[in-house]
């Protein structure tokens, strides 16, 4: 069996985006502050329930759009368990690095689903479908990553200046401005995301397969290089 030296899944680049740093301080301000019976895993299974929540809320928005209150409640408990949980491994020297890779991204994926899942559910008809459009392409961005990640050792998380927990912020002001204004304004512009998300992801996935491209080049000129004569 295969032992976790060497694995680097656990070692995101880091983050270029508006909050990472203040996020950083944050995370490493309260991490000796937990509790010694709470461990890293615990926190990374909890997306299990967070990923319900969200589900439950769009349900339950149907009939009153306060309930998106709870969604926007389970987006800030996402981003806590989220955040924190490999942190904890780390400085406490106990964590899975392989397990915590291997769940939290899977986790990760569920939780995104699932906030599809549960606008789907407060949308009828063609928005409806709109939103399911939008699974294959917001999983490609973490396809992107992956692959990536294997190719280059490299594991990047945040796309075009925007990181996981700008996404996230982003969703809680949509949730605040629906139960404000009502979903007229999402159903206006509904039909244009699946495009601007698309684009989105053609220019990350040229982007980084023009990086790989350069990293390959580059090992090969060595190769070339270093080759005894004939």
Do not use: C
């Not at 009939?63 to 408990?77: N, T």
């Not at 982007?207 to 290089?225: C, G, H, L, P, S």
């Amino acid at each position: 069996m295969a032992g976790a030296s060497g694995f680097k899944g656990d070692q995101k680049l880091p983050l270029r985006s508006p909050l990472a740093k203040a996020e950083r301080r944050l995370i490493d301000r309260l991490i000796p502050k937990f509790p010694r019976w709470l461990q890293g895993y615990h926190l990374t299974l909890m997306t299990v329930l967070w990923s319900a929540g969200v589900i439950l809320a769009g349900y339950l928005a149907r009939e009153r759009l306060g309930w998106l209150w709870l969604a926007s409640a389970m987006l800030f408990l996402q981003w806590f368990s989220d955040s924190f949980d490999g942190s904890l491994g780390k400085h406490r020297d106990t964590g899975i690095p392989k397990w915590g890779y291997y769940m939290d991204h899977l986790l990760d994926y569920g939780f995104m689903a699932s906030i599809i899942v549960g606008y789907a559910v407060l949308f009828d008809g063609r928005e409806r479908f709109t939103f399911f459009i939008l699974v294959p392409i917001i999983g490609g961005f973490i396809v992107n990553s992956y692959l990536s990640f294997a190719a280059t050792s490299e594991f990047k998380i945040t796309f075009m200046g925007l990181g996981p927990t700008e996404v996230r912020l982003m969703l809680i002001i949509l949730n605040t401005a629906i139960i404000i204004f009502g979903t007229g304004f999402v159903e206006a512009a509904l039909p244009y995301v699946p495009y601007v998300a698309g684009s989105a992801l053609i220019l990350v996935v040229y982007r980084t397969q023009r990086y790989i491209w350069a990293v390959d080049m580059e090992d090969k000129r060595k190769r070339v290089e270093n080759r005894p004569p004939a």
